[in-house]
């Protein structure tokens, strides 16, 4: 099973300052890698697939970038609604046994 | 717009079974453009995958439930099922059905359900 681990496990942003959160994989996923954002209380919501391709109606204020076994999301100029978790997420193995990292948190700092 | 439900009871004993619904709306669930997934959310921590249902019934699980669950789909009600053995309190959590549209976004989660919380207690 591939293993995701994120990096940090918080950090803390002003609004309207830029975050990069890292993904890292302990084998290779080629571009196989998604991010997900999760505010409280709601369910995900898919931000990037392909590693670099945003999905419909996000923001051109995420951008993935990465392949292989490093991978980074970088948000713009924070907003208030970008403070939540997010999570990678790869989908390289067959047999499927798709997996998470643990998730970043990005909050206020 | 493919829209999930997620439905069935939020208690379940220890050794029993747990069993949910998800029910779609906008999409066949017969259709080989889209897969049907369980992931599950225990409180305060991350996302796992259970396993996904497909192509007429075709299915993969996570290594970690594949001895206990089953996922299977009933075309006439368009809608499919999450069965888990043999819970234990460590099965306590959000439940989430999603989809994804497989040849837009590859297998990746792009529609969620609202989740359902599922305790486990006697």
């Known amino acids: 099973e591939i293993v995701l681990t994120q990096s940090p496990a918080t950090l803390s942003v002003s609004p309207g300052e830029d975050a990069t959160l890292s993904c890292r994989a302990s084998q290779s996923v080629s571009s196989n890698l998604a991010w997900y954002q999760q505010r409280p209380g709601q369910a995900p919501r898919l931000l990037i697939y392909s590693a670099s391709t945003r999905a419909t109606d996000i923001p051109a204020r995420f951008s993935g970038s990465g392949s292989g076994t490093e991978f980074t999301l970088t948000i713009s100029s924070l907003q208030s609604e970008d403070f939540a978790v997010y999570y990678c997420?790869?989908?390289?193995?067959?047999?499927?046994?798709?997996?998470f990292g643990p998730g970043t948190k990005v909050d206020i700092k | 717009q493919v829209q999930l439900q997620e439905s069935g009871p939020g208690l379940v004993k220890p050794s029993q079974t747990l069993s949910l619904t998800c029910t779609v709306s906008g999409a066949s669930i017969s259709s080989a453009s889209y897969f049907w997934s369980w992931i599950r959310q225990p409180a305060g921590k991350g996302l796992e995958w259970i396993g996904r249902i497909y192509s007429r019934g075709s299915s993969d699980y996570s290594p970690s439930f594949k001895s206990r669950v089953t996922i299977f789909s009933d075309t006439s009600k368009n809608h499919f099922s999450l069965k888990l053995n043999s819970v234990t309190v460590a099965d306590a959590a959000v439940y989430y059905c999603?989809?994804?549209?497989?040849?837009?976004?590859?297998?990746?989660?792009?529609?969620w359900g609202q989740g359902t919380v599922v305790t486990v207690s006697s």
């Open positions: 997420q790869q989908y390289h193995e067959w047999p499927p046994a798709f997996t």
């Open positions: 999603a989809t994804g549209f497989i040849v837009e976004t590859g297998n990746t989660f792009s529609v």
